[in-house]
């Protein structure tokens, strides 16, 4: 468990490293291989003050087991989202400025551009409005991406979550899903973007997940 711990502590890094997150803003978590636990960020550390002790051991609802500090108070949310989908073995949370805008205005981001369609497979999707605190969110986050293949999802006047195998693949689906939101915002600012066909995003999709890389 502590090294469980102290490598999620070092994976928050990556969100401010990425400028995803604003002052204590965001949070991972990973499921606890084995177990009905997850590891998760407590609530309201400062990224340069993040070690392992400020992870806290949370069962799959959201109450803190093991660890000094009170959870995230996303805690209930991720907790949901590992009930629900047990393939999910990580989870990101943040409020990046691009992609939250896009949350802001409650519109999916279109698949219009090859990198999507490798990453998200088709469009990065909308999530139902809920308060933080419980596990409302949560089931919004599962909901809608049961019904798509994107590892992201944009909680409406919210922010983004993200999911993965891992806590690192979560984190990579945040960065590129910033990424995207950027680009496709200023390719509108140009005019009318074109969603790619579904044939191509399928083709895309397999490539990249099947073939691209080392293996």
Wanted: aromatic residues 6%; glycine residues 10%; contains cysteine.
């Amino acid at each position: 468990m502590d090294e469980l711990r102290q490598a999620l502590a070092g994976l928050h890094l990556e969100l401010p490293r990425y400028g995803l997150v604003a002052w204590t803003s965001g949070n991972i978590s990973a499921r606890v291989p084995g177990e009905e636990l997850m590891a998760i960020k407590a609530s309201g550390v400062p990224y340069d003050e993040l070690s392992a002790d400020a992870i806290v051991v949370c069962d799959l609802h959201g109450h803190a087991v093991e660890g000094t500090l009170a959870p995230s108070s996303d805690a209930a949310t991720h907790g949901y989202v590992y009930r629900a989908m047990p393939e999910v073995g990580g989870v990101a949370h943040t409020h990046s400025p691009y992609a939250t805008a896009w949350a802001i205005h409650g519109e999916p981001i279109p698949c219009v551009m090859t990198a999507m369609a490798d990453e998200f497979g088709g469009e990065i999707p909308i999530g139902p409005f809920a308060l933080i605190g419980d596990e409302e969110i949560g089931r919004g986050i599962a909901e809608t991406l049961e019904q798509h293949r994107s590892p992201a999802v944009l909680m409406r006047a919210h922010g983004v979550f993200t999911i993965g195998a891992t806590a690192r693949d979560a984190i990579k689906a945040a960065v590129m899903c910033e990424d995207v939101a950027r680009t496709v915002h200023l390719a509108r600012a140009l005019g009318d973007v074109v969603p790619l066909d579904p044939e191509s995003i399928e083709a895309l999709h397999d490539r990249y997940q099947n073939v691209y890389g080392q293996r």
